[in-house]
């Protein structure tokens, strides 16, 4: 079946301009996470969507950071006013938190960003 | 909040040779512990996963072991191939943490042909 696919695959913008990045889980997951990822670097936990629960949004490095997810399946992560230090890869990853929680993460192939 | 570290950062090996990385975690509550495959320009993909009731899993060439007691678990790769090469990331996630895993930061593999 399709899995996590994320739109743009690439994105070049001006210092200054608002990004808007998105996420397509898999179908029927229940949690959605982004992470960024630096150049070389580990992911670093942005965001956190757990089927109407209200997210957990202990990772987000700024209030230019947001995201939405509507009706329990799309997300957008926005980022206002683009600073150089933004330019990473932004990781999407779907998962279907059983019972037990402990569900095996999948990743879309990441967008690009590159903030000139 | 949970705490992953792992090691080495970076790995060489000679085509053949095993590898190993390790990785420790510091909440006793992480009940469950995947390894993921990032290849150059890709997403991580799920290669293993162990969960706390074991204390070993093997997949063909490669295996996770766990010590509960001392809180770290490792990836083994035998008869590495160059096709092995990637960044290889751990993690570990709680039923307290609503499923939320926490990543060690990679280990960049290099398998030289």
């Known amino acids: 079946g399709a899995g996590v696919s994320q739109s743009p695959s690439n994105k070049v913008t001006e210092k200054g301009k608002d990004v808007e990045l998105r996420c397509d889980p898999i179908?029927?997951?229940?949690?959605l996470y982004w992470y960024r990822q630096s150049l070389g670097q580990g992911l670093e936990f942005l965001i956190y969507?757990?089927?109407?629960?209200?997210?957990?949004k202990s990772g987000l490095p700024s209030d230019r950071f947001s995201a939405e997810r509507t009706g329990g399946s799309v997300s957008t992560l926005t980022i206002q006013r683009t600073q150089q230090e933004d330019s990473a890869v932004y990781l999407c990853?779907?998962?279907?938190?059983?019972?037990?929680?402990?569900?095996?993460?999948?990743f879309g192939p990441g967008t690009r960003l590159l903030v000139l | 909040g949970e705490n992953v570290e792992q090691h080495p950062s970076t790995l060489s090996v000679q085509e053949g040779d095993s590898a190993v990385i390790k990785c420790t975690y510091s909440?006793?509550?992480?009940?469950?512990f995947p390894w993921y495959k990032q290849e150059l320009g890709k997403g991580p993909q799920l290669i293993i996963d162990?969960?706390?009731?074991?204390g070993e899993k093997k997949d063909q060439r490669i295996a996770v072991t766990l010590n509960k007691t001392a809180k770290h678990f490792s990836l083994h790769i035998t008869e590495t191939q160059p096709e092995d090469s990637a960044v290889y990331f751990c993690?570990?996630?709680?039923?307290?943490?609503?499923?939320?895993?926490?990543f060690g930061d990679g280990t960049t593999l290099t398998v030289k042909p």
């Open positions: 993690a570990a996630s709680s039923n307290t943490n609503a499923g939320k895993s926490t």
């Open positions: 969507f757990q089927g109407n629960s209200a997210p957990d």
């Open positions: 990853a779907s998962s279907f938190q059983g019972l037990a929680n402990q569900e095996t993460q999948y």
């Open positions: 162990i969960r706390s009731n074991v």
């Open positions: 179908s029927g997951h229940t949690a």
């Open positions: 909440d006793s509550a992480s009940n469950y």
